[in-house]
Every structure is written in C-alpha cells, then in structure tokens.
C-alpha cells in the first residue's frame, strides 16, 4: 500500500512541473531544461542590451548577470562591436576617400593626382562626359563659346592664357564644387567621371 501512495504522490509532483512548464507567454518561455542550451552567449552587434538585470529572472549564468544581458566590457563603451581602428578612413562605394576640401580650398586641392589611369577608353569616355556635361558652357573645343555659355557670359577658355596650366587637382575641385559664376557639379557626376574629364580637358583640350 506504502508502495502505492508513493507513486501517488510523484505523479502529482511530475503532473505540477508539467503544468508549471505550461505558462509560457509574452517574453517567459515557461520551464525550459538547460536554458543555456537555447540563449546564446554570442555578442549581437545589433541587439545590445545594457542593464545587466535583464533576464535576472532565468539566468543561469556563472557571471551572476541577466540571462539577456549582451555587452562586451572590453569594448569602448561597452559595445559589441570594435571601434574602427584610429586614424582610418572609410571609402566610398567607388573605393574613393571622401572629399572634405571646402570651395576655398584650391591650392590644397591642386595637389591631388589623377587616380585614374590614363588609356584611350578613358579618353573616350572623358570626351562624352565633356560633352555632355561641359560644352553647353565651354563649347565643344573648350574655348568658352557654348551655347549657354553665351548668355552666362564670363565662361573660362579652357585653352587660354592660365588657364592652360591648371594643375589636374584644381579641375577637379572646380567641376566638384564650381566656382564663381560656374556652379558645382559634384552632385551629378561620380568621382571617376570627373577624373575622366580632367584627363580629356589636359590631353586633348589643353594638349598638356
Ligand atoms: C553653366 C555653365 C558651365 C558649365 C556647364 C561648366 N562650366 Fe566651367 N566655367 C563656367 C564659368 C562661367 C567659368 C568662370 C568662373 C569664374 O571664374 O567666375 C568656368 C570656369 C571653369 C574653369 C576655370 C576655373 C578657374 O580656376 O578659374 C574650369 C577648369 C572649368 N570651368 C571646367 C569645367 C568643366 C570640366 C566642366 C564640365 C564638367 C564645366 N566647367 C562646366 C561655366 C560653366
């Protein structure tokens, strides 16, 4: 009989865990066996989570934190991701440097070298973008003769006097963020474009 009551009152006991594994709902999952086997210990770079109380309720942990509690305490500020390393510039998409020169800054910029290689291919493609960008103002052969640039007025002829001996850097500048009376371009035309047009106004406008 002794025998009976036993298993009676274990089955009551296993039937009370299985109910109580039964109240999960909103962020409690109910009993779970070897929850670390569920959370992971992962840094997620996009999910920190501060407060080292989070998830107190169901921890585990040998660090005595919240089982949700996801920062790396050897990070700057806590993160879980690294800061970029000192002194390191992101490029942009075209795997150029960013370009930080302000309008004023001309003679900085005519320090710039072309990046791009010069070839034939590049030469055509600088000569299209020329005329489509360029020689409503400065006229097909660069001598400040377009048609728009006869009512601008003013427009710079690219094969005259100083202009001739341009530094490649300060073309640059001046297609990206114009000057004076010639507005800017950057806005329109990728970094490599204008490159281009930079070879072909010296090669074949300027014959430099
Ligand atoms: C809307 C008309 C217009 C367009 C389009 C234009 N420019 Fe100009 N450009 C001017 C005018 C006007 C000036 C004279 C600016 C001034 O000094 O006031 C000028 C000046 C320049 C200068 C001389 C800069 C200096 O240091 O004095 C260069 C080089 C130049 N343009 C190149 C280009 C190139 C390359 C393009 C095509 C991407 C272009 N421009 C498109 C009107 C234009």
């Given amino acids: 009989m002794k025998f009976g009551k036993s298993i009676g009152i274990l089955g009551v006991a296993a039937a009370g865990i299985l109910l109580g594994a039964c109240t999960a709902g909103g962020d409690n999952q109910g009993l779970e066996y070897a929850p670390q086997m569920y959370h992971s210990v992962a840094y997620e770079p996009l999910t920190q989570i501060t407060d080292e109380t989070q998830g107190d309720w169901l921890s585990n942990r040998e660090d005595g934190k919240g089982e949700f509690y996801n920062s790396n305490i050897y990070n700057p500020h806590n993160m879980n991701m690294r800061e970029p390393v000192a002194n390191t510039v992101p490029r942009t998409k075209d795997g150029y440097l960013p370009y930080r020169l302000k309008a004023f800054e001309l003679e900085e910029a005519a320090l710039i070298e072309n990046p791009v290689e010069l070839t034939d291919a590049v030469l055509d493609e600088?000569?299209?973008?020329?005329?489509?960008?360029?020689?409503?103002?400065?006229?097909?052969?660069?001598?400040?003769?377009?048609?728009?640039?006869?009512?601008?007025?003013?427009?710079?002829?690219?094969?005259?006097?100083?202009?001739?001996?341009?530094?490649?850097?300060?073309?640059?500048?001046?297609?990206?963020k114009g000057k004076g009376r010639m507005g800017a371009h950057g806005s329109q035309i990728t970094p490599e474009s204008r490159w281009k047009i930079v070879h072909y106004v010296k090669q074949e406008i300027q014959k430099q």
Avoid: M, R, W
Avoid at 131 to 158: F, R
């Fill in 126 to 176: 600088g000569e299209t973008l020329y005329i489509q960008y360029c020689s409503t103002c400065h006229g097909k052969g660069g001598e400040g003769d377009g048609k728009a640039g006869e009512i601008i007025g003013g427009v710079a002829n690219l094969k005259g006097g100083a202009y001739i001996n341009l530094p490649e850097g300060h073309i640059f500048h001046v297609i990206t």
